[in-house]
């Protein structure tokens, strides 16, 4: 069964660090551009990240540029994004999402507040 589950979210402060991970199952993570989109409440999802395979080329939003680190690790079919410098409007529902299989996660949350 294909699936990817995400997981590493949760409740931070403004300008703390949270590390979320991205795990497949069903199919090999590196046969694939990866990316983390998030839906924030009341907006439209938006592409956060993406990693491309073979050559791990990295593409950021201009919003997290700077701030958030996408990055996988092959040996464990997962896929991570590092997020540093949290900002209030950075609180979204994050999602893991394989566009070549049209696979998507069931996300998790994040939330930065004081």
């Known amino acids: 069964q294909v699936q990817l589950v995400e997981s590493g979210g949760g409740l931070v402060q403004p300008g703390g660090s949270l590390r979320l991970s991205c795990a497949a199952s069903?199919?090999?993570?590196?046969?694939?551009?990866m990316s983390w989109y998030r839906q924030a409440p009341g907006k439209e999802r938006e592409l956060v990240a993406t990693i491309t395979t073979p050559g791990r080329s990295t593409i950021y939003a201009d919003a997290v540029k700077g701030r958030f680190t996408i990055s996988r690790d092959n040996a464990k079919n997962t896929v991570y994004l590092q997020m540093a410098s949290l900002k209030p409007e950075d609180t979204a529902v994050y999602y893991c999402?394989?566009?070549?299989?049209?696979?998507w996660g069931k996300g998790t949350l994040v939330t930065v507040s004081s």
């Open positions: 999402y394989c566009r070549t299989r049209n696979n």
């Open positions: 069903g199919f090999i993570l590196s046969m694939y551009d």
